[in-house]
């Protein structure tokens, strides 16, 4: 095992130099530009396709087919998360007011998030990555994945109850009050009303079982599918480069629909151009894929099952590289 090995206690050694620029300014300038019609297209598709798989449920009713709708109604629900981090990242909108309102209302607060305590901490998250200060370490826990007791152990930490993790319902639940009032004292009372409006307009319409059906039991895929998206991200790499602390997927059709909408795969390249809108993403890694750094170096993972094999060759000692990599694999 070499030093620039991880093991169970150095995985989240920080890098501490400044993120070195890869690409050509010119290059960078032309991934940065924002284009509000894709962005408010990406949020506006996620709640066509949520009303659409609710509606499809409920004409051709069936046990089977709710659990099915329910799963992909979640996997809508972490594409409106990644529209919340558009937000965070001023990625969605150029008007800086209107994207956080944008984000805000119609993505964050639908999935019961905080929005501004949540970018308060996704900063934090890119200032401090891989360190004890991270606070998306501290609330996913990947270290005790491997401690998890059986089948049981394995889903409280997946769904944030295991008792040692910073809880996650406290980061869905009121956030930080300081930040939340942000610039208008009024914001979570106004949450709060916002709640209540639509709880009341269900139950006025009748549509409680709806809401419940198809809106708060998806909710259980959603953190499921985020605390293995968080994990996965940042665990079991070399982490001795800005190219290999984070990890990026090529995942299947069905992972991408369900843990990665919104080209969330491409991790490594995030970090290193966190400005970069998602629907860039794919254009961003081409440019970075012609480097001969990055196809050395960048911790590349070709599905899910790649990953957890690596978080179990990490635990027995084994060293944990990215598989080789060339122009095509990339």
Known sequence: MTADTPTAKTWSRPIAWRTPQFLPSDTVRRLLKRDPARGILSLVTQWVAIVGIAA????????ALYVVAAVLIGGRQVALMLVVHEGVH????KNRRWNDRVAEWFAAWPILMPYRSYRRIHRQHHLYLGTSKDPDFAR???????????LGGIVRLL????????????????????????GFAWRPALRVAAYLAVVAGAAALGGLRLLALYWLVPLVWFLVAMRLKGIAEHFAVPSHSH????????????????VTPLHAEYHIEHHLYPGVPHYRL???HKELARLPEYADEAHISTAYSDFLKECIALYKG????????TPADL
């Open 90 to 93: 001023n990625t969605l909108l």
């Open 243 to 258: 190219l290999n602390q984070s990890r990026t997927f090529k995942p299947s059709l069905l992972a991408s629909l369900l």
């Open 140 to 150: 996913n826990r990947p270290d005790r994945l491997a401690e998890a007791q059986g």
């Open 282 to 284: 794919p254009d961003l």
């Open 159 to 182: 769904l944030g109850f295991e008792g040692r993790q910073v809880a996650v319902r406290r980061f869905w639940g009121p956030g930080d009050p300081e930040a939340e009032g942000e």
């Open 56 to 63: 499809i449920s409920e004409r051709f009713w069936h046990p």
């Open 318 to 325: 084994t060293p944990v590289r990215p598989a080789p990599q």
